[in-house]
């Protein structure tokens, strides 16, 4: 079993910051790939960003510049850095993690519950 679980959402103001974390646990061999989706109202679930293991990390264009996603590997957490933040923001961010459970068997995707985050006056 693994166990996806995201924090630190919450209300900010635009202009913002905030800093999501995301920890993975259970019984994990290895990660390759560990990411950030968001839903809004109305909307459907959309890539945030991404990283891949020894590779470069993908963005949304809505993002580029300025959030930033980053991992610690040894502890399974990814973090995604928030900064000036707007209402288009608002939305349920989820976290995505491509992880392997056992030797010779394909990799598995695995969410958390989702984290809110407010982007508001």
């Known amino acids: 079993q693994v166990q996806v679980v995201e924090s630190g959402g919450g209300l900010v103001q635009p202009g913002g910051s905030l800093t999501l974390s995301c920890e993975a646990s259970g019984n994990i061999l290895s990660i390759h790939t560990m990411g950030w989706y968001r839903q809004a109202p109305g909307k459907r679930r959309e890539l945030v960003a991404a990283?891949?293991?020894?590779?470069?990390?993908n963005y949304a264009d809505s993002v580029k510049g300025r959030f930033t996603i980053s991992r610690d590997n040894a502890k399974n957490v990814v973090y995604l850095q928030m900064n000036s933040l707007k209402p288009e923001d608002t939305a349920v961010y989820y976290c995505n993690i491509e992880a392997s459970v056992r030797e010779y068997t394909p990799n598995r995707w695995y969410w958390g519950q989702g984290t809110q985050v407010n982007v508001s006056s």
């Open positions: 990283r891949a293991s020894g590779e470069s990390a």
